[in-house]
């Protein structure tokens, strides 16, 4: 009887493990969508293609600014029910996006979505990791960022080419539909803990210094990346050679490898993640390296976008991990702030390579995200340097402070993290 208990259990969690990965792969969906159908939906919108652009610039600023002081407006409210109603509210906000007949009606769905993928990003990482034993966090962190890169492989390309051919709504409508069957998953099979509790409530070596180096590698590492994604398809077709038809199957062979690095780090990242976040890095720089010098060569551009693809996909699922066990106070206060940096990474590599292209060409966009990707590597390795701070097991984390300052306790002059 209790063997059936515990895989009953086992199912449970792996049932609602799914869901969590289905909601990453619902939101990366959904954010990047208007890009694939940004023809369609201006014409039918009566707006130009760069204000439907401006849907998926607002989304970002939103996650950016929102995800903190979101995450702390509901740090008390038990997981089930938090990511429950956040995915009660993508699912009205993807389907009321489809029915919108004004671009000002449309911006307003967009910005709600984007609240609820602020919260749902913060909260995801450590409700994943407590549905399973410590021992097992990098593998399960792994499957949950796994959604969001099949997304960029399969989710958007299929919902693009539901769009073409059905319209752009019937595609907002079909994302609206997955998003009801992972809200069942989630609602009927994650635990109903409280925010506070759990292995995974609070870093289990707590470390304020290393978690903002972090939090500074995340910009530096994102913005290098994305340096160079963005424009991604012109360097192909300008240096690389190739026909624009080829583009499509090119981003596909990055997706692919993108999930590959996922699943490979799921296996290391518990062993040493801040070695696996070093290797990501410099993986990531010497891919865009080689880009700049080898570009030219059809074959080479392809293996190395593949391998920038790989690396970068490794890096953000280990921030995840490290997250979880360095965040000092609560992890998804944590998560909060790396997804923000994150988004500041993001927003600071696009306008690098914009300022980049009409002056230098865009080769230069790989070499700027080389060099920025060297510094995030600079950064990383420099975490060796830090005395270790914190203690294992979880505890409150303990912050050294000035006797007197706000906050201190007079008898030993720490700051302790609020409880929540």
Do not use: C, K
Request: net charge positive; glycine share 12%.
């Amino acid at each position: 009887m209790a063997t059936w208990e515990v895989r009953m259990e086992d199912r449970r969690a792996a049932g609602a493990l799914v869901g969590l990965a289905g909601g990453t792969f619902l939101y990366t969906t959904a954010e990047a969508l208007p890009v694939g159908l940004l023809l369609p939906m201006a014409a039918d919108l009566a707006v130009s293609p760069s204000q439907v652009g401006m849907l998926v610039t607002a989304y970002g600023a939103v996650v950016m600014v929102a995800s903190v002081p979101l995450t702390a407006l509901v740090r008390r409210v038990p997981r089930r029910v938090l990511l429950s109603g956040l995915l009660v509210g993508f699912v009205v906000s993807t389907a009321v996006t489809a029915l919108v007949s004004t671009f000002a009606l449309m911006l307003a769905a967009r910005l709600a979505i984007a609240a609820t993928h602020a919260l749902f990003w913060a909260v995801v990482v450590p409700a994943a990791a407590e549905l399973f034993p410590p021992a097992l966090r990098g593998r399960v962190i792994a499957v949950v960022f796994s959604g969001g890169t099949v997304a960029l492989v399969l989710g958007v390309p299929a919902g693009t080419w539901l769009g073409e051919r059905a319209g752009w709504r019937v595609s907002f409508l079909a994302v609206a539909g997955l998003g009801a069957i992972v809200l069942v998953l989630v609602a009927s099979l994650l635990p109903s803990t409280r925010p506070d509790q759990g292995h995974a409530a609070r870093g289990a070596m707590p470390d304020a210094r290393r978690f903002w180096l972090l939090v500074a590698v995340a910009v530096l590492a994102t913005a290098g990346a994305i340096a160079a994604y963005t424009y991604v398809a012109l360097f192909v077709t300008e240096v690389s050679g190739f026909a624009d038809s080829s583009v499509g199957a090119i981003l596909l062979a990055r997706g692919v490898a993108s999930v590959l690095g996922i699943l490979a780090l799921g296996a290391v990242v518990d062993r040493g993640p801040w070695r696996a976040l070093a290797a990501s890095v410099a993986l990531q720089s010497a891919a865009l390296f080689g880009l700049y010098a080898l570009g030219h060569h059809p074959v080479a551009a392809v293996g190395l976008l593949a391998v920038a693809g790989l690396a970068f996909a490794a890096f953000t699922a280990s921030l995840g991990g490290l997250v979880l066990q360095i965040a000092p106070g609560r992890s998804d206060l944590a998560a909060a702030t790396v997804s923000a940096a994150v988004n500041v990474g993001i927003t600071g590599g696009a306008l690098a390579g914009s300022l980049a292209v009409p002056s230098h060409g865009v080769q230069s966009t790989v070499l700027i995200g080389a060099l920025i990707g060297v510094v995030a590597l600079a950064l990383t390795l420099a975490e060796r340097l830090i005395p270790q701070a914190g203690r294992r097991g979880g505890n409150p984390t303990i912050l050294p402070s000035r006797v007197g300052s706000p906050g201190a306790t007079p008898s030993t002059g720490t700051t302790t993290m609020p409880s929540g």
